[in-house]
């Protein structure tokens, strides 16, 4: 199967289920990817901007401690959808930003951006961030 496949190819398909040669599905693993959390909050964070230093993600991020951030940012890492930059500088100097791979997520946050002005009064009332 090809990996990519248009809209209407995936509205045609998606009744059947859509399956790799293997007959996994591609989409039940990115949905639990994005499940773990933290994970898809720190990804939009770094696309709102070209990078980030840490406590300028965890300012960001409301209610999101130091451990879970470290722990969150070296998940991203080890997935290969960030990168860590680290400037070897005295004060330390790290910064993390999207690699091509997590970029390609962009389209994911686009759609759901459309969801949330489509359908605002299903969405959870916002605090302050």
């Known amino acids: 199967m090809e990996k ?4 209407e190819e995936f509205l045609w398909r998606v009744k059947d289920g ?8 591609p989409v039940i693993p990115v949905l ?7 994970r898809a909050e720190v ?5 709102t901007s070209d990078s980030a230093r840490f406590n300028e993600i965890k300012f960001n991020l409301n209610g999101i401690t ?3 951030l470290s722990a969150t940012l070296k998940d991203l890492i080890d997935l290969g959808l960030i990168q860590k930059i680290d400037y ?17 997520l962009l389209p994911i946050y686009y ?8 359908y ?10």
């Open 111 to 118: 759609e759901i951006s459309n969801w949330g002005f489509e």
């Open 18 to 25: 859509i399956t790799d040669d293997f007959g996994h599905s």
């Open 43 to 47: 990804i939009y964070y770094l696309f």
């Open 66 to 68: 130091s451990t879970m």
């Open 120 to 129: 605002p009064q299903e969405l959870p009332k916002r605090g302050k961030k």
């Open 32 to 38: 639990k990817m994005f499940q773990v959390r933290w």
């Open 4 to 7: 990519r496949m248009s809209y």
């Open 88 to 104: 070897q500088e005295t004060p330390a100097h790290v910064e993390y930003r999207l690699t091509e791979k997590g970029n390609d």
